[in-house]
């Protein structure tokens, strides 16, 4: 089964992603940086491990934005080739929808990790 697409807007969508995934990695280095700067302040091991708890899962989340990074790219240069009807089939496009949760899901991820860090730096102020 095959369906007509509009490259132009899939091409914008996977700009504006590589776009948020880089600012996720940005949003992760900071959070690294402050979270390890407040584990070094803290004196409490309970809110010690509870800090290398959220810099493990920082690390693991860099991880997964540098996989999206390059799943991006190749989603990119598949939807990119088309064919001269602009037909795309609809396993693309599910490939696609799927993708877009995948990455809204790591801004969640992020946010919460933001919001962890943030709480931790309450407490200890």
Known sequence: MKTISNFS????????WIGNLIAYEEQ?????????????????LHYQRGLQLIRNE???QKNVV???????LTLKRKFSKG?????????LLIEN???RERVLKAGEII???KYQVNKFLSIAS
């Open 9 to 16: 807007t899939l091409e914008k969508r996977h700009n504006e």
């Open 28 to 44: 992760l280095q900071n959070i690294d940086i402050m979270s390890a700067q407040l584990q070094r302040s803290v004196n409490d």
């Open 58 to 60: 920082i690390l693991m």
């Open 66 to 72: 540098n996989i999206l990074s390059e799943e991006v």
């Open 83 to 91: 064919d001269a009807q602009n037909v795309i089939t609809l396993e």
């Open 97 to 99: 929808n799927r993708f």
């Open 111 to 113: 946010f919460m990790l």
